[in-house]
């Protein structure tokens, strides 16, 4: 079955770049997708990437993919304290298997000031 | 427009006890999910719902049960509460499957089973 992993903390500096990671095992996953989850809140769609491009930049937000190691990767510029929050990485198989969604553990990001 | 919202917030159960947790969402979307989260694991599918009058299985669906009676509404039943489905759970929604179709989340459901 699928597995999806992510690091459970990370902590930066308000300003500098977080990079989060995520593995995951399905060589069949189509699309990978970044939420994030504020305090009290439902998950948040950030960004996605098709698994045909190795890479997607949306503003402050980079998305990395490299297939071959079945890794992928959400980097924040300029990081803000509002940036503090749990991000979860998401693969699915595409519309055969519904489109269902496995998500990673998530990462808690701190943006210290 | 609410989006998709969840009733309780909050709710205590003692062990053996029932109770349903409604989802309503006012975007006329056809799929409709069930998760729960769970601390250090990402969301779990329950079941989810291709249609009013609909219901099938998702990754997790031992010792609940759901309905899809009108469109809008997804519930979510416990009919004997055990510790283990001490959790966090939430809703969603999404009009497609198509990938551009984001699923849209509820503000979750927090659940103590004593």
């Known amino acids: 079955g699928e597995d999806v992993e992510q690091s459970l903390f990370l902590s930066v500096r308000e300003g500098d770049s977080s990079v989060i990671n995520c593995t995951y095992t399905?060589?069949?996953?189509?699309?990978l997708y970044w939420y994030k989850q504020e305090p009290g809140a439902g998950l948040q769609l950030l960004t996605y990437i098709f698994s045909n491009m190795d890479m997607k930049q949306d503003q402050r937000l980079t998305v990395l993919l490299n297939k071959k190691d079945k890794h992928l990767s959400l980097r924040i510029a300029d990081t803000q304290t509002g940036d503090s929050a749990i991000y979860f990485c998401a693969e699915t198989q595409g519309i055969n298997a519904g489109n269902m969604l496995t998500f990673g553990g998530g990462t808690r990001l701190m943006v210290k000031p | 427009n609410a989006g998709v919202t969840q009733t309780p917030k909050f709710r205590v159960l003692k062990t053996g006890q029932s109770m349903t947790l409604l989802c309503a969402q006012d975007m006329n979307h056809e799929y409709m999910y069930w998760y729960r989260q769970d601390p250090g694991m990402g969301l779990r599918l329950i079941h989810y719902?291709?249609?009013?009058?609909?219901?099938a299985k998702g990754e997790v669906p031992d010792g609940y049960n759901v309905s899809r009676l009108k469109k809008q509404n997804f519930l979510l039943g416990l009919e004997s509460a055990a510790p283990s489905q001490t959790s966090v759970y939430f809703c969603?929604?999404?009009?497609?499957?198509?990938?551009?179709?984001?699923?849209?989340f509820g503000p979750g459901t927090r659940l103590t089973v004593l």
């Open positions: 719902s291709v249609g009013e009058g609909t219901t």
């Open positions: 969603a929604s999404r009009s497609g499957l198509a990938v551009t179709d984001t699923q849209y």
């Open positions: 399905d060589s069949s996953s189509t699309y």
